[in-house]
């Protein structure tokens, strides 16, 4: 689950709702397939006015905001049932879907098609994108051909990843972690916007013109944990990325960063979102679901 975290505020709210029981999930699963009261009803051993209470506390755990979004989990499940997650995810009233990536898992990029098409009003977004996976030509690719197939729905979330995917894992030498992100990012963005880059840096180099249109803009999302990084998120991105982190962390830490570097580069602080992406568990007992986290 993505916690949707305001800036302003620093109120989180997906992260902070209660804990739904088996019952709650399995009705919203139920409603979210087309269900009928009556046979919700009957599958779940309720009365009719049993139905209308259970309903009515469920809205109030799930009542989200415009900007709700969720991580779907979708590399360890069979791809069915990643389609019946999305279902069950829009039910809930989330407009926004995520997808994580790691090296040895599916390619997110190509399963946010999928998410697209399944869900055809939904913004998606990948959560994160390694950089070293990619050049950033090719990430720039992919992001505006989404774009453009799902006329402006897609959102691009990227990260530096670490030094055992970058060195271990890929083999490659990881530099410095704010260069190489300004620079990837860099590319990224003019490519996007301006559909040519000429640039040279230390650690990536672009020179190339984009022929196909450009009709839609892309939001860019950049991960970030520690201060200069967030700085960087906001000089150069549309939005932050943040990875398990905890609440007070974000409230202490990272709410303050976001509003100083909005300040200091004349952006809205009110309308630079920050996506949290936090676990979540159902069950019965809340403190077994917490000992299952």
């Not at 006015?49 to 969720?70: E, F, M, V």
């Not at 979708?74 to 994580?100: C, F, H, K, Y």
């Not at 709410?255 to 602080?269: D, H, L």
Request: aromatic letters at 6%; one cysteine or more.
């Amino acid at each position: 689950m993505l916690g949707v975290v305001s800036p302003v505020t620093g109120n989180r709210a997906a992260a902070d709702r209660p804990i739904l029981t088996d019952r709650e999930a399995r009705l919203l699963e139920l409603r979210a397939f087309g269900a009928t009261n009556a046979e919700i009803a009957r599958r779940l051993s309720l009365t009719s006015r049993g139905l209308d209470y259970n309903i009515r506390q469920l809205a109030k755990k799930i009542g989200c905001p415009a900007s709700s979004s969720a991580m779907v989990a979708a590399n360890s499940l069979p791809l069915r049932e990643v389609r019946d997650r999305i279902q069950v995810a829009r039910a809930a009233g989330t407009n926004e879907l995520w997808l994580e990536q790691l090296p040895q898992e599916r390619d997110s990029s190509i399963l946010a098609a999928e998410f697209l098409h399944t869900a055809p009003s939904a913004r998606v977004g990948t959560a994160i994108l390694p950089m070293y996976l990619r050049h950033p030509v090719a990430t720039a690719q992919l992001a505006a051909t989404m774009a453009e197939l799902s006329d402006g729905r897609f959102m691009l979330g990227l990260g530096l990843s670490n030094p055992f995917v970058n060195d271990y894992m890929l083999g490659c030498a990881q530099g410095p972690p704010l260069c190489v992100v300004r620079e990837y990012a860099t590319i990224v963005r003019t490519l996007l916007r301006e559909g040519s880059v000429e640039f040279e840096g230390k650690h990536f180099t672009a020179r190339i013109r984009y022929d196909a249109p450009l009709e839609h803009d892309v939001p860019v999302y950049l991960a970030g944990m520690r201060a200069k990084m967030i700085r960087l998120a906001v000089e150069l991105g549309d939005g932050l990325l943040l990875w398990l982190c905890s609440s007070r962390y974000v409230r202490d830490t990272v709410v303050p960063a976001v509003r100083q570097a909005c300040a200091e580069f004349g952006k809205s602080s009110a309308d630079f979102p920050i996506r949290a992406v936090v676990l979540v568990r159902s069950d019965e007992d809340r403190a077994q679901a917490k000992v299952n986290l």
